[in-house]
């Protein structure tokens, strides 16, 4: 059975950091691209950040390049997404979510599976 389970949101004032994880089970991790997506209220569900893992590259959207960090842990099949100088526009549900292959873009194609997501909020 796949699972993912993201872990690690919360509040943060603006400037500050957070990590959120993603602990994976149930499908051959080191084969699979892993995305980060975001939903802010009243939005639409947008890619952030695409890891490839070793065979492939990863990407970032332009919105948050150099200040948030992708990694993975293969040993633990978890993924982190280190997130600093956080802004208010940073707000929303974090998802993950996995596919086979490797990333195109920083927003993974039609993933397979997604996790429930964890709240990251934002504010003074």
């Known amino acids: 059975q796949v699972q993912l389970v993201e872990s690690g949101g919360g509040l943060v004032q603006p400037g500050g950091s957070l990590r959120v994880s993603c602990a994976t089970s149930?499908?051959?991790?080191?084969?699979?691209?892993i995305g980060w997506f975001r939903q802010a209220p009243g939005k639409e569900r947008e890619g952030v950040v695409c890891?490839?893992?070793?065979?492939?590259?990863?990407y970032y959207a332009a919105s948050v390049k150099g200040r948030f960090a992708v990694s993975r842990d293969n040993a633990q099949n978890t993924v982190y997404l280190e997130m600093n100088n956080l802004k208010p526009e940073d707000t929303g549900v974090y998802y993950c979510?996995?596919?086979?292959?490797?990333?195109?873009?920083?927003?993974?194609?039609?993933?397979?599976?997604w996790g429930q997501g964890t709240q990251v909020t934002v504010s003074p």
């Open positions: 890891s490839s893992g070793e065979y492939g590259d990863n």
């Open positions: 149930g499908f051959d991790f080191d084969y699979y691209a």
């Open positions: 979510a996995a596919g086979p292959g490797i990333c195109a873009s920083y927003s993974l194609y039609e993933p397979d599976h």
